[in-house]
């Protein structure tokens, strides 16, 4: 075979190659507007070389990019003005993930260092500082190495397959080994759920502890009050008993000073009834005195009342003489004058008033004499009352002095007997106190031995409350850290799981486009198949009448 009809069979045509593409794209007779920079990649030197400004051709139509500028291949002269001919540029590096996340035509933070590797010295190689930060910048790790960068980085490195012209149309995408095991992502995910499932199980025992330690140190605290209000109330009984033994004290020093008082108060009553009998003997006797003065001037007066009486018997004998004379007259005169018998009438006139006068007088007489008597025999009882009111103001002086003697031994009696009593209430108080006291330091010391014991056993379990409450802080903060680590984990897996389902998606895709373009190559294969087998029948049928040509030549 010639030589150079191998290398045109060998080498495909870049402009040859594209006819085929335009048939199946509906471009027959038009121009392709992925391939129509040909031309100007054989003026520009790059025959049967793939020209770096236009390599993105595809990529540009499968992303929507059709007769357009496609950003994330904006730079591509760039690269080439630079001497990254077939060279990713690490400034630009970040240019399709720029216009994924909407940063078309401006700078992205995310690869903002890049200018900075290419002053750093990592013009064509991966800065080891800025690295992961696409993914970083995914998983929410800015300026901080990302470890789920570093197996995709290194499976890419190990399966990258540089272009050039004996593959021209190959495209860069992630290939697994053969023998390389992939992991299921639902035993993944079955997994995760079951770490989930465990990270809440473990939670909610957790939880559950961390109620129970509540429980529990709300108990201790109930215990720890009820034994401080049973120390309360027994110390506020042993006061109010101490309290009600005082009172009772009192109270029956109070009683038997009011007994005493009274015993006292009837003492002065009967002193002051024997004062009173006193003045009231003081008084008879001066009223004895009084009657016999009255009693004396009774008889001066009767004395002066005979003396008149006697006057007056002498006038009416006078008066009576002179009326027997003036009788005796008018008698003679009348007898003289009228007659016997008018004499006789006044005669007995006058002797009846005479016996009128005789009976006045003797009347009176005996009135007088009676009166006498009554007054001779006052007279003589008032002596003898005289005598015996002498008799008895000295039996009273004598009972007076008697008296004042019982008085006085009454007094010092009292005053014996209260001081006695005195003596007697206080030895009795004391006795009772000391017998109170006594009881009460009995009580006191039975008291102070329970709350002695109260109180040992009060602290032990204030030491247990407090290694109780210690032990619950210490389960509580390790609950925390455990909800804590739960938390996190539940985060990472959320974090993992949506890195899984991007995965997915962006396997899913890749599978798409993969299938897409074995499609495109198995259909550009059997093309190829059947136009080489017709080359080679060509060339066969030539080389036949050739062979011919020259066997009859």
């Known amino acids: 075979m010639d030589s150079r009809a191998y290398q ?15 048939t199946m794209q509906g471009h027959l007779g038009q121009p392709d507007p992925r391939y129509a920079p040909a031309q100007h990649n054989t003026m520009q030197g790059y025959v049967g070389q793939p020209n770096p400004t236009y390599m993105q051709a595809q990529h540009n139509t499968m992303q929507g990019y059709v007769g357009q500028p496609n950003p994330t291949y904006m730079q591509a002269q760039h690269n080439t003005m630079q001497g990254y001919v077939g060279q990713p540029n690490p400034t630009y590096m ?23 590797n290419a002053m750093q010295g990592y013009v064509g190689g991966p800065n080891p500082t800025y690295m992961p930060a696409q993914q970083n910048t995914m998983q929410g790790q800015v300026g901080q190495p990302n470890k789920y960068i570093e197996a995709m980085q290194n499976a890419r490195q190990e399966n990258w397959v540089p272009r050039g012209p004996q593959n021209p149309w190959h495209l860069n995408r992630f290939r697994p080994q053969k023998n390389e095991e992939q992991p299921d992502p639902w035993q993944k995910i079955s997994s995760l759920k079951t770490q989930i499932q465990d990270c809440q199980g473990r939670e909610q025992m957790t939880q ?62 009967q002193l002051s009834e024997a004062n009173m009998k006193l003045q009231q003997q003081d008084k008879s006797a001066a009223e004895d005195q009084r009657t016999m003065e009255d009693l004396q ?27 027997k004379k003036a009788c005796l007259l008018s008698k003679l005169t009348k007898n003289s004058a009228a007659g016997k018998e008018p004499q006789a009438k006044g005669q007995e006139e006058l002797q009846h008033k005479l016996d009128k006068a005789k009976k006045d007088i003797e009347d009176k007489a005996a009135e007088h004499m ?46 014996q007997l209260k001081q006695e009593t005195e003596n007697k209430k206080v030895e009795a108080a004391l006795t009772k106190a000391e017998q109170e006291n006594s009881t009460l330091q009995r009580t006191l010391q039975e008291r102070e031995g329970e709350w ?7 602290e032990t379990r204030l030491v247990d409350l407090e290694s109780g409450i210690q032990e619950a802080k210490l389960h509580t903060q390790q609950l925390e850290q455990e909800a804590k680590e739960n938390q996190k984990v539940k985060a990472a897996l959320k974090k993992a799981e949506e890195e899984k389902a991007i995965i997915q998606r962006t396997l899913q895709q890749k599978e798409e486009e993969w299938a897409q373009r074995e499609a495109i190559l198995e259909s550009r294969l059997v093309d190829l198949e059947s136009r080489m087998v017709a080359v080679f029948e060509q060339k066969l049928k030539k080389r036949k009448r050739n062979w011919l040509v020259r066997l009859f030549t």
């Open 8 to 22: 045109r069979v060998s080498q495909p045509n870049p402009r040859f190659m594209q006819i085929q593409q335009h």
């Open 370 to 415: 009676e009166m006498q008597t009554a007054l001779r025999s006052e007279i003589k009882e008032l002596t003898a009352k005289l005598c015996s009111e002498e008799t008895l103001t000295a039996q009273s002086h004598v009972k007076a002095l008697e008296m004042e003697v019982q008085l006085q031994t009454a007094k010092l009696w009292t005053e």
């Open 452 to 458: 002695a014991q109260r109180k040992v056993t009060l």
């Open 208 to 269: 559950e502890k961390y109620v129970a330690a509540e429980k529990k140190v709300s108990d201790l605290n109930k215990q720890v009050s009820d034994l401080h209000s049973e120390s309360s109330n027994a110390a506020a009984k042993a006061q109010s008993h101490i309290e009600e033994i005082g009172e009772h004290l009192h109270w029956a020093a109070c009683q038997e000073t009011g007994n005493f008082l009274q015993q006292i108060n009837e003492l002065k009553d």
């Open 94 to 116: 970040p240019a399709q993930h720029n216009a994924m996340q909407g940063y078309v035509g401006q700078p992205n933070p995310t690869y903002m260092p890049a200018q900075h």
């Open 297 to 323: 001037d009774r008889q001066e007066q009767d004395g002066s009342m005979d003396k008149s009486l006697k006057a007056e018997v002498h006038k009416l004998k006078i008066e009576l003489s002179r009326a």
